[in-house]
């Protein structure tokens, strides 16, 4: 989703680092003058020092205070940056767990629940319905069949919704979750990538932007790109930014 991010809209600075081959550039902070640990925004300027030493989290609610002083510092460096300021609304069935801003149950997405049914082979039409006139990997599939894919899919998109809300899940070590800067995945803006970043220097995808906020403001390991995590979470982004037009390479 920019601050401790995904995708920052408009924050986009360079870092000084140049990309060779694979090797990914990292941000450069100020040292820790404290003893502290020094917490960045995915722009690698804006930064702060937390009075916990390195290695250690911050409690939910600390690193949310951090999250929105950060974010604060930023929209007054940049007071006429484009930022969405309207939480999408999402309809799916269910209700989840996953938390919001503030660690509270969120309200704006609803997650599906769990269910133990799995893909099935479409090869049997239930009586009284009729299969689709396709050919190919679709043909024949009835209205049980896709009821059933689309259960999966909301699955996999909550299982996303609840990796974004959860630092430890998604390896940070300072206690920072991505719904922090970027509650219900607001301003990641998925349907604009690929698209060239500074912090990366290439043209990035939305898979890198992930890595990215993961190794730096999170400061964790970044996700094999075929991981069931990250696959999880670009489910749950896109999903949040469904009727949007694509628009790849808008900054």
């Known amino acids: ?12 600075c360079c870092v000084g680092a140049s990309a060779r081959g694979d090797e990914r550039p990292h941000h450069t902070l100020p040292k820790a003058q404290h003893g502290g640990t020094v917490v960045g925004l995915c722009d690698g300027e804006t ?3 937390v009075a916990v030493p390195p290695g250690q989290a911050l409690s939910h609610d600390e690193a949310q205070r951090v999250s929105d002083q950060l974010m604060a510092e930023w929209r007054r460096k940049h007071p006429d940056a484009h930022w969405d300021a309207a939480v999408a609304q999402q309809t799916t069935p269910g209700s989840g767990t996953a938390k919001n801003r503030g660690g509270q149950p969120s309200t704006t997405h609803d997650v599906a629940p769990e269910t133990t049914s799995r ?6 039409t239930p009586a009284g319905t009729q299969p689709r006139e396709q050919t190919g990997t679709y043909s024949a599939y009835d ?3 896709e009821l059933v894919w689309k259960t999966e899919v909301q699955k996999f998109i909550a299982e996303g919704n609840a990796l974004f809300h959860d630092a430890k899940k ?14 219900n995945a607001r301003n990641t803006h998925p349907e604009t990538y690929p698209k060239y970043q500074v ?10 932007m992930i890595n990215w ?3 730096n403001p999170l400061k964790g390991k970044a996700l094999p790109d075929d991981s069931r995590t990250m696959r ?5 982004i896109i999903s949040q930014r469904q009727g949007e037009r694509i628009d790849v390479g808008r900054h």
């Open 1 to 12: 989703m920019r601050a401790i991010a995904i995708a920052l809209v408009g924050a986009c």
């Open 47 to 49: 930064s702060t020092e």
């Open 170 to 183: 998604l390896g940070g070590t300072v206690g920072i979750s991505c719904d922090m800067c970027h509650p």
């Open 143 to 145: 209205a049980r069949d």
């Open 232 to 236: 999880a979470l670009e489910a749950y």
């Open 119 to 124: 893909p099935t082979t479409a090869t049997k």
């Open 213 to 215: 906020c993961i190794e």
């Open 199 to 208: 912090q990366l220097q290439r043209v990035a995808l939305l898979r890198d």
